[in-house]
């Protein structure tokens, strides 16, 4: 393609997103398409000469798009959002066009400046403390792993890496119940073994118990077990619960463990001054991790990664080929040394232009924004007679079920699932759920770029529409 054919492209292109994202609301935000039908339309074999473009976006349009699920809708309220947003784009289309790769300093010192600079600009808006040093990694998965290899390494004298691990099967992990599943992955691929992850009972609004905490690492002591490394999670992935690091951080300086803090959704949440009570504690914390692609309208991928000790993290991961060595070693981040891939994007550009173009008190609004949605909606659901809070609401998710009087956990569970699946076939709005104690709960989290309150009442309506209308049903049929 010559740079002619581009300019015309990339402008048809700018137009077809700026219609999207003015459109998005009206697509079926949940792909209804059977597995297999995307792999049917396409050809076996690649074309063996160039194609025009306009093929290509022909095909985009006809066979790609009716396999999209609409993550950017104001309707999606799954999973937890992976926001994207017009400046997020842009900058992304410029760190596509440089095709940077930012490994090192040298090869590209914009690249590693501004990310430095962009984990300053964080830990500014976060109230997260100046000590602190950040690095852009792929995904909280990532980072999560990268923390617990530093624990291990620091647990056993930073020989593992180099001997292999003499300790395997002794050395430990903790997290509640209620942890990602990304801490059990980590805890197999580092070495630890996935037994070796510690599952801690949660209270009742689902965090992590202190108490419990505790006994599980004395229990482990006494049985020839070498405590390393808890996860506390702020914001679980099932409810959004909140563990507590204070007490969970003065457990880990008595018996001298590595705090990693999952903070995937909720970190996003700490540019509002008054979530800040979520980091009390955070003077025990040895490195945390949130995601501005999930709630901080930064296109996937973004996830930044703090350490308090930034040498233990580079001795872990650093490793010197020839071919890498440079004459600014030292004076500079390398961030090939601050995690696992040696390849990395250029991802700080995204996050400078989302920052600059909305403004860290914009930012604010959007986010107390999507709060008091999840609140609101909370309290409809609690003044709602057959229906039930399922947990606390502290940030933008709210867990509720379905169930009249008189009905049973299990019947429950169809049902819910049920009108779980009604609602999504719609294509009008996108529930996921969870699983917790037996109970299928619904979750709908009010946190998308563009969700307003309108969108909000909209999805409110058609649950209690599909609800009433499918326990109908059921009625109905056994009364046959
Ligand atoms: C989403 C999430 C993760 C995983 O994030 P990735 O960036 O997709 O790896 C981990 N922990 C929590 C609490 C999450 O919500």
Request: proline share 5%.
């Amino acid at each position: 393609m010559d740079t002619s054919d581009f300019r015309k492209y990339g402008h048809d292109i700018v137009e077809w997103i700026a219609r999207y994202f003015e459109n998005v609301e009206k697509y079926p935000v949940k792909s209804g398409l059977l597995p297999g039908t995307i792999k049917g339309a396409l050809p076996d074999n690649p074309p063996s000469g160039g194609e025009s473009f306009d093929l290509f976006l022909r095909d985009f349009d006809e066979i790609i798009m009716p396999g999209i699920t609409h993550w950017q809708s104001p309707n999606f309220f799954a999973y937890f959002p992976a926001n994207s947003s017009p400046p997020s784009v842009l900058a992304e289309m410029l760190t596509a066009a440089l095709g940077t790769q930012c490994m090192i300093w040298e090869t590209s010192p914009a690249a590693a400046e501004l990310e430095e600079k962009m984990m300053d600009w964080l830990k500014v808006m976060t109230g997260l403390p100046s000590e602190f040093e950040g690095v852009i990694q792929d995904s909280a998965s990532s980072a999560t792993l990268a923390a617990l290899i530093t624990a291990r390494e620091r647990a056993t004298q930073f020989v593992s890496n180099n001997e292999g691990l003499q300790d395997a099967g002794r050395l430990r992990i903790y997290a509640s119940a209620q942890a990602h599943s990304s801490v059990e992955k980590g805890a197999g691929v580092a070495g630890f073994g996935r037994k070796n992850l510690v599952r801690i009972p949660v209270r009742d609004d689902y965090s992590i118990d202190p108490e419990a905490l505790e006994k599980a690492i004395e229990n482990d002591i006494s049985s020839g077990y070498i405590p390393c490394c808890v996860v506390a999670t702020l914001g679980t992935t099932g409810t959004t619960a909140i563990d507590p690091l204070r007490p969970v951080g003065e457990i880990c300086r008595k018996h001298n463990l590595w705090l990693h803090v999952d903070a995937a959704l909720a970190g996003t949440a700490l540019l509002l001054p008054e979530m800040r009570w979520m980091t009390d504690g955070i003077e025990y914390v040895d490195s945390l991790v949130f995601n501005p692609h999930k709630w901080m309208f930064t296109n996937f991928d973004c996830s930044a990664y703090f350490v308090r000790d930034a040498a233990s993290l580079i001795r872990t991961f650093e490793i010197l080929p020839e071919y890498l060595k440079t004459r600014t070693r030292g004076e500079v981040n390398d961030y090939r040394d601050w995690g696992i891939p040696l390849g990395r994007r250029f991802r700080a550009l995204k996050l400078w232009a989302v920052i600059r173009s909305y403004g860290v008190e914009r930012l604010q609004e959007m986010i107390r924004e999507h709060i008091r949605l999840a609140k609101m909606l909370a309290g409809l659901i609690e003044a709602e007679k057959d229906f039930e809070l399922m947990a606390p609401v502290p940030l933008n998710t709210v867990c509720f079920r379905y169930r009249p009087s008189g009905m049973g956990d299990a019947e429950a569970n169809s049902l819910n699932e049920k009108i779980n699946h009604a609602l999504n076939d719609t294509g009008k709005l996108y529930l996921t759920h969870t699983k917790i104690g037996g109970r299928y709960i619904m979750r709908m989290v009010t946190a998308q770029t563009g969700v307003t309150e309108k969108h909000v009442m909209q999805a409110w309506d058609l649950i209690r529409d599909a609800a009433s209308s499918l326990s109908s049903q059921d009625r109905a049929v056994d009364i046959d």
